[in-house]
């Protein structure tokens, strides 16, 4: 069956500083990978989406960047916080292919001082 | 542009009644993909449902069953004899072609008391 890991589960970060979430799916290949992000009044906001090794989608300009240099691998990362990034931070993967139900992770959540 | 409306924000049931959680979708698409996800307290989304927009059949899974309808594009989710554990935000989304297919358009959810 297939997993999907989330790591750290929360993080508390300084404004100014960097940010690395890493999210690793087990028990498929080729997987769609996503980064979603759910700010207080439960919305959630697509980030990024890639369909294969270094094929990133950005759907939401800021100033975060996603890399997948592995199949089963996709992190989210920043060169400085803002405080408008603090969220839940959530992955998730979905079987290679069109309108597939995505599987999501624990999620972290990240908390900018 | 695809849209997917819930407009229940909260709703509170006590133990063992029945509840509908509502979720109206836009598309101009011909082919879409609808779903519903339960989120509880730890916060991890957990799948319940994908329906494509060909089979309008209605779909039943122990105490949960989901309505769809084109006409009024509606995909509506019912719990019978609702439980504590049914408490959760409840998220219906929405995947189309023209708003690509890899992606879900989330409604804003609807949290769900359920009230011993």
């Known amino acids: 069956s297939q997993t999907i890991h989330q790591w750290p589960a929360t993080l508390v970060q300084p404004v100014g500083s960097p940010l690395s979430l890493e999210c690793t799916v087990e028990g498929t290949s080729n997987p769609n990978l996503y980064w979603y992000r759910q700010a207080a009044g439960r919305g959630l906001q697509l980030l990024f989406y890639s369909v294969g090794i270094g094929q990133i989608s950005s759907e939401v300009p800021q100033n975060l960047s996603a890399s997948r240099p592995q199949d089963r691998q996709f992190i989210l990362s920043s060169k400085k916080l803002l405080l408008s990034d603090s969220g839940f931070y959530l992955c998730?993967?979905?079987?290679?292919?069109?309108?597939?139900?995505?599987?999501f992770g624990p999620g972290t959540r990240l908390t900018v001082l | 542009a695809q849209k997917v409306t819930q407009a229940q924000t909260e709703i509170s049931v006590v133990e063992k009644e029945d509840v509908t959680l509502d979720c109206v979708y836009e598309?101009?698409?011909?082919?879409?993909?609808l779903f519903w996800y339960k989120q509880p307290p730890s916060g991890e989304l957990v799948f319940l449902i994908r329906?494509?927009?060909?089979?309008?059949q209605n779909e039943i899974s122990g105490r949960y069953s989901w309505n769809f309808q084109k006409s009024t594009s509606s995909f509506n989710f019912t719990i019978t004899a609702s439980q504590v554990v049914d408490s959760a935000v409840y998220f219906c989304a929405l995947s189309s072609s023209g708003a690509g297919s890899y992606q879900l358009t989330f409604g804003k959810g609807t949290k769900l008391s359920v009230i011993p």
């Open positions: 598309t101009r698409d011909t082919t879409y993909y």
């Open positions: 329906r494509n927009s060909f089979d309008e």
């Open positions: 998730a993967w979905s079987r290679g292919g069109m309108y597939n139900e995505q599987f």
